[in-house]
């Protein structure tokens, strides 16, 4: 599969979706050399998956719309060719990778591609098998995909693409739904498949996996606004603001002390100690006990287990725990340990098969399901699972109207609800025409309609760049900070550190642990057992002898001269 | 949610080659169509049953009793009451029933549940996969066995979206089981538009992930991950079915199963 010499070749390619007003990608050439790596960012919207779609012949030839340039990959031209021809070079995984899953099980699922393209029957087992081995799958390969987790689900597909080993491979998005391991591992295979000589385009927004990469290029409503070393452009936190990129917790700690780190947590806290700062144990003492003080005890789950009654599988095991008024807690564990399914009995959405599940002190059996949506609301990762009104004010009033509050209470809770989420303005806006990032909002805005007690949010970061992950975040501390309860599942570990003050962490369906957020990222041998990784900032804490520290913030404070 | 009925298990009946098996449905399914006596269809009912006990298919079964049970009920409703018979002792107004009208109805009901029971079976031991690759082998091209597979794949999808979506609703307070019957059909709408545009976006993302894994060049060059070998037990199963459906043939033509004769 490799090759040399130049592999993809796009040349002032221009494409406006029918209907649209603008284009959305306007005169964006690049070249890609056999085996380069590189990766593609921007906000939502920047054009990224447009251009991805270009680079495997999708656009022009399945999606309406004006295209204008060429695109040549291996020297052949794309554009007028089968997408399926294509797909002998290029390899192709969507954002949506739920939709590209179709076999009853792992094996079928990788072979596809592979029997589509005539292969014999030996060289594909081989092939499946190598797949499988690189994203980790190859003790469930006689799985069902549908009964997966999504991170397995996302390895999963990006096996299938892997398989027919191209010589190009372009990755939408491939890490949304993966543990902080996985994407360590996902990097390692990326780096090996460069090394054999594929030539790798991956649209992302996480800028701690793109420092690794041989290049990084920024897009900006639609045009090329980067495009060079991923240190440069990452190692200024400002220009990364203004492209859409979360900037690196080293870069931006840097900044503000008014030195140049390294960009990675090896050797950072050794620069620091050069420049003679050290970190103040008085300040660092006076965070841990700034943390706010829970109230009476909302959610209990005495005994809980769950098994799903179609797979068999039992995804919790004797939980206990209780979730108190004013907290706001983040469910940590790797992909499959049963963090959806824990959330999901949290407002009886599931009942478990062991124990009980107490809601304001009324079982979650036996309450009635309005009076359960009243005081937990819950939010799905995907917002496209609960819009379904033609105009935002109408999404949010419907919750409100199903717990029978009169017209005038709904347009009071809808005005509150809306200000809450920096929607006032929007009300007659289509929902449906708005960015993810903005219908996360509406949906946000449409459970607090129902002024519940608590809010549980899968992933409210996913799909999201680096600047909307960070304003979504810091409207959860709002609401928090207001008094509403706030559970999340993340596999985002600086914005679980940074906001968080509770962390449950979950082992193949067992509580591993059940404490502050600090103290979760501070267990060194807690975070391997179960998965996780600590953010940068953590990790430098620890090595300058301190106590963790979770945020750029709170290292800021505590930095001192010595 | 689980993409199809298939179960994980490893029965003889999963063991065996896809193509005997798709052969043997058509005389398994000839002999709970002979019949129109309830006794008689009662024994077609027994045997699917038992080949649901072979091929794991219990479960499955279990979660069909409501579909099974309408079919029994309604199927005997209606022939019981729309069987032309001149004996009929039951009146009422336009409406008349017999003893043999309802006997009728009731065996038109086990036949639809041997047969009910019979593709439950059927497709617990049977990957979709499997059932497309005996197309294939029959002479079915691949490019419509692909068509019949995304079926395969779409419907439970839509379950499985719709399922999420009325989660998502019920979060928000959605109740369907109170108010009257048009209320009722009213609360459906916001489980139908956000259902309706996932599919209509994922039909999208399946046929651009179809093409991008070569299946559009299916038909051409196509070869298959896996082979099965045909056994014995196999060409058992086909002569045991092939006999079971004429010896079913050769009964009814004796006037045997009969209560009422042709029409």
Same mark, same amino acid.
């Given at each position: 599969? !490799?090759?040399?010499?130049?592999?993809?070749?796009?040349?002032?390619?221009? =494409?406006?979706?029918?209907?649209?007003?603008?284009?959305?990608?306007?005169?964006? !050439?690049?070249?890609?050399?056999?085996?380069?790596?590189?990766?593609?960012?921007?906000?939502?919207?920047?054009?990224?998956? %447009?251009?991805?779609?270009?680079?495997?012949?999708?656009?022009?030839?399945?999606?309406?719309?004006? =295209?204008? @340039?060429?695109?040549?990959?291996? /020297?052949?031209?794309?554009?007028?060719?089968?997408?399926?021809?294509?797909?002998?070079?290029?390899?192709?995984?969507?954002?949506?990778?739920?939709?590209?899953?179709?076999?009853?099980?792992?094996?079928?699922?990788?072979?596809?591609?592979?029997?589509?393209?005539?292969?014999?029957?030996?060289?594909?087992?081989?092939?499946?098998?190598?797949?499988?081995?690189?994203?980790?799958?190859?003790?469930?390969?006689?799985? #069902?995909?549908?009964?997966?987790?999504?991170?397995?689900?996302?390895?999963?597909?990006?096996?299938?693409?892997?398989?027919?080993?191209?010589?190009?491979?372009?990755?939408?998005?491939?890490? %949304?739904?993966? #543990?902080?391991?996985?994407?360590?591992?996902?990097?390692?295979?990326?780096?090996?498949?460069?090394?054999?000589?594929?030539?790798?385009?991956?649209?992302?927004?996480?800028?701690?996996?793109?420092?690794?990469?041989?290049?990084?290029?920024?897009?900006?409503?639609?045009?090329?606004?980067?495009? @060079?070393?991923?240190?440069? +452009?990452?190692?200024?936190?400002?220009?990364?603001?203004?492209?859409?990129?979360?900037?690196?917790?080293?870069?931006?700690? /840097?900044?503000?002390?008014?030195?140049?780190?390294?960009?990675?947590?090896? @050797?950072?806290?050794?620069?620091?100690?050069?420049?003679?700062?050290?970190?103040?144990?008085?300040?660092?003492?006076?965070?841990?006990?700034?943390?706010?003080?829970?109230?009476?005890?909302?959610?209990?789950?005495?005994?809980?287990?769950?098994?799903?009654?179609? !797979?068999?599988?039992?995804?919790?095991?004797?939980?206990?725990?209780?979730?108190?008024?004013?907290?706001?807690?983040?469910?940590?564990?790797?992909?499959?340990?049963?963090?959806?399914?824990?959330?999901?009995?949290?407002?009886?959405? +599931?009942?478990?098969?062991?124990?009980?599940?107490?809601?304001?002190?009324?079982?979650?059996?036996?309450?009635?399901?309005?009076?359960?949506?009243?005081?937990?609301?819950?939010?799905?990762?995907?917002?496209?699972?609960?819009?379904?009104?033609?105009?935002?004010?109408?999404?949010?009033? =419907?919750?409100?109207?199903?717990?029978?509050?009169?017209?005038?209470?709904?347009?009071?809770?809808?005005?509150?609800?809306?200000?809450?989420?920096? +929607?006032? /303005?929007?009300?007659?806006?289509?929902?449906?025409?708005?960015?993810?990032?903005?219908?996360?909002?509406?949906?946000?805005? !449409?459970?607090?309609?129902?002024?519940?007690?608590?809010?549980? =949010?899968?992933?409210?970061?996913?799909?999201?760049?680096?600047?909307?992950?960070?304003?979504?975040?810091?409207?959860?501390?709002?609401?928090?900070?207001?008094?509403?309860?706030?559970?999340?599942?993340?596999?985002?570990?600086?914005?679980?550190?940074?906001?968080?003050?509770?962390?449950?962490?979950?082992?193949?369906?067992?509580?591993?642990?059940?404490?502050?957020?600090?103290?979760?990222? @501070?267990?060194?041998?807690?975070?391997?057992?179960?998965?996780?990784?600590?953010?940068?900032?953590?990790?430098?804490?620890?090595?300058?002898?301190?106590?963790?520290?979770?945020?750029?913030?709170?290292?800021?404070?505590?930095?001192?001269?010595? | 949610?689980?993409?199809?009925?298939?179960?994980?298990?490893?029965?003889?009946?999963?063991?065996?080659?896809?193509?005997?098996?798709?052969?043997?449905?058509?005389?398994?399914?000839?002999?709970?169509?002979?019949?129109?006596?309830?006794?008689?269809?009662?024994?077609?009912?027994?045997?699917?049953?038992?080949?649901?006990?072979?091929?794991?298919?219990?479960?499955?079964?279990?979660?069909?009793?409501?579909?099974?049970?309408?079919?029994?009920?309604?199927?005997?409703?209606?022939?019981?009451?729309?069987?032309?018979?001149?004996?009929?002792?039951?009146?009422?107004?336009?409406?008349?029933?017999?003893?043999?009208?309802?006997?009728?109805?009731?065996?038109?009901?086990?036949?639809?549940?041997?047969?009910?029971?019979?593709?439950?079976?059927?497709?617990?031991?049977?990957?979709?996969?499997?059932?497309?690759?005996?197309?294939?082998?029959?002479?079915?091209?691949?490019?419509?066995?692909?068509?019949?597979?995304?079926?395969?794949?779409?419907?439970?999808?839509?379950?499985?979206?719709?399922?999420?979506?009325?989660?998502?609703?019920?979060?928000?307070?959605?109740?369907?089981?109170?108010?009257?019957?048009?209320?009722?059909?009213?609360?459906?709408?916001?489980?139908?538009?956000?259902?309706?545009?996932?599919?209509?976006?994922?039909?999208?993302?399946?046929?651009?992930?179809?093409?991008?894994?070569?299946?559009?060049?299916?038909?051409?060059?196509?070869?298959?991950?896996?082979?099965?070998?045909?056994?014995?037990?196999?060409?058992?199963?086909?002569?045991?079915?092939?006999?079971?459906?004429?010896?079913?043939?050769?009964?009814?033509?004796?006037?045997?199963?009969?209560?009422?004769?042709?029409?």
């Amino acid at each position: 599969m !490799s090759g040399r010499g130049q592999a993809v070749s796009a040349r002032e390619v221009s =494409f406006t979706y029918r209907g649209a007003q603008r284009p959305a990608i306007d005169g964006v !050439s690049l070249e890609l050399q056999a085996g380069e790596q590189a990766y593609l960012m921007g906000r939502t919207g920047a054009g990224k998956s %447009t251009l991805c779609l270009c680079l495997n012949g999708v656009i022009p030839k399945m999606q309406p719309g004006e =295209f204008a @340039g060429e695109v040549r990959v291996g /020297g052949e031209r794309v554009s007028g060719r089968q997408v399926y021809e294509v797909a002998r070079t290029v390899g192709a995984l969507f954002q949506n990778f739920e939709a590209q899953l179709l076999a009853s099980d792992v094996e079928r699922e990788v072979a596809f591609g592979l029997e589509s393209a005539g292969m014999p029957r030996e060289e594909m087992r081989r092939r499946v098998s190598e797949a499988l081995e690189l994203v980790g799958l190859s003790d469930l390969r006689g799985r #069902d995909p549908a009964t997966l987790s999504g991170g397995q689900k996302q390895r999963l597909a990006l096996a299938a693409v892997l398989a027919p080993e191209p010589a190009v491979l372009v990755l939408d998005e491939p890490t %949304t739904d993966l #543990d902080p391991i996985a994407r360590r591992e996902l990097a390692r295979v990326v780096d090996e498949l460069s090394a054999q000589g594929v030539t790798l385009l991956i649209a992302d927004h996480e800028a701690l996996d793109a420092l690794h990469s041989d290049r990084l290029i920024a897009l900006s409503e639609g045009t090329k606004r980067y495009d @060079g070393p991923p240190d440069e +452009l990452l190692a200024d936190p400002a220009r990364c603001t203004e492209l859409g990129i979360l900037p690196l917790q080293l870069a931006e700690l /840097g900044a503000r002390v008014g030195m140049a780190l390294p960009l990675e947590p090896a @050797g950072a806290a050794e620069a620091l100690s050069a420049e003679g700062r050290r970190l103040d144990a008085e300040e660092c003492g006076l965070l841990a006990s700034e943390a706010p003080e829970p109230g009476e005890p909302l959610i209990e789950l005495e005994g809980v287990s769950f098994t799903y009654r179609e !797979s068999g599988e039992q995804a919790l095991r004797d939980v206990t725990l209780t979730i108190r008024e004013g907290e706001f807690v983040v469910l940590l564990g790797e992909n499959g340990s049963g963090k959806s399914t824990l959330a999901q009995h949290l407002n009886g959405l +599931l009942s478990p098969t062991a124990g009980t599940v107490r809601i304001g002190g009324r079982d979650t059996r036996t309450a009635p399901v309005q009076e359960l949506a009243a005081q937990v609301g819950y939010l799905f990762q995907n917002p496209d699972h609960q819009i379904f009104s033609s105009t935002v004010r109408e999404e949010v009033a =419907f919750g409100p109207r199903n717990l029978g509050s009169g017209e005038r209470e709904v347009e009071a809770r809808v005005a509150e609800a809306l200000a809450a989420t920096e +929607l006032s /303005g929007w009300e007659t806006r289509d929902p449906f025409v708005l960015t993810k990032g903005e219908r996360q909002r509406v949906a946000l805005a !449409s459970v607090l309609a129902c002024r519940p007690r608590v809010i549980v =949010f899968d992933e409210p970061t996913t799909g999201l760049d680096g600047i909307q992950q960070r304003a979504m975040m810091e409207l959860l501390a709002r609401l928090n900070a207001e008094g509403t309860t706030v559970i999340v599942i993340t596999h985002c570990t600086w914005a679980a550190a940074e906001y968080a003050h509770r962390a449950l962490v979950l082992d193949e369906g067992r509580l591993a642990a059940d404490s502050s957020v600090r103290e979760v990222f @501070g267990d060194a041998e807690l975070l391997a057992r179960t998965g996780q990784v600590a953010p940068d900032v953590a990790r430098i804490s620890q090595a300058l002898g301190a106590q963790t520290l979770l945020s750029v913030d709170e290292m800021e404070r505590c930095l001192k001269r010595t | 949610m689980a993409l199809s009925l298939y179960r994980h298990e490893d029965t003889p009946a999963h063991r065996r080659h896809p193509v005997a098996k798709l052969l043997a449905l058509t005389p398994l399914f000839v002999a709970p169509l002979t019949f129109n006596d309830p006794l008689w269809a009662l024994g077609t009912l027994m045997v699917s049953f038992t080949l649901v006990l072979a091929a794991g298919a219990l479960p499955n079964l279990r979660r069909m009793w409501g579909l099974g049970a309408i079919l029994l009920v309604m199927s005997t409703l209606l022939w019981a009451l729309m069987l032309p018979d001149r004996e009929a002792v039951w009146r009422l107004g336009p409406l008349f029933a017999s003893p043999t009208s309802v006997a009728y109805g009731i065996a038109m009901g086990l036949r639809l549940n041997a047969m009910l029971m019979l593709g439950v079976a059927y497709v617990s031991c049977t990957r979709p996969e499997e059932f497309t690759w005996s197309l294939r082998r029959i002479g079915i091209p691949a490019t419509m066995t692909l068509a019949l597979s995304l079926t395969f794949r779409l419907v439970p999808m839509l379950a499985g979206t719709a399922q999420t979506v009325t989660q998502a609703q019920m979060a928000r307070g959605l109740d369907f089981h109170s108010g009257g019957p048009l209320a009722r059909i009213g609360r459906y709408i916001p489980l139908m538009v956000p259902v309706l545009a996932y599919a209509m976006r994922s039909a999208d993302d399946l046929t651009r992930a179809l093409e991008s894994r070569r299946a559009g060049a299916a038909s051409k060059q196509r070869t298959e991950y896996y082979e099965y070998a045909w056994t014995a037990a196999d060409t058992a199963l086909l002569a045991l079915a092939l006999a079971y459906g004429a010896a079913a043939v050769w009964l009814r033509l004796s006037g045997f199963g009969e209560i009422v004769g042709r029409m």
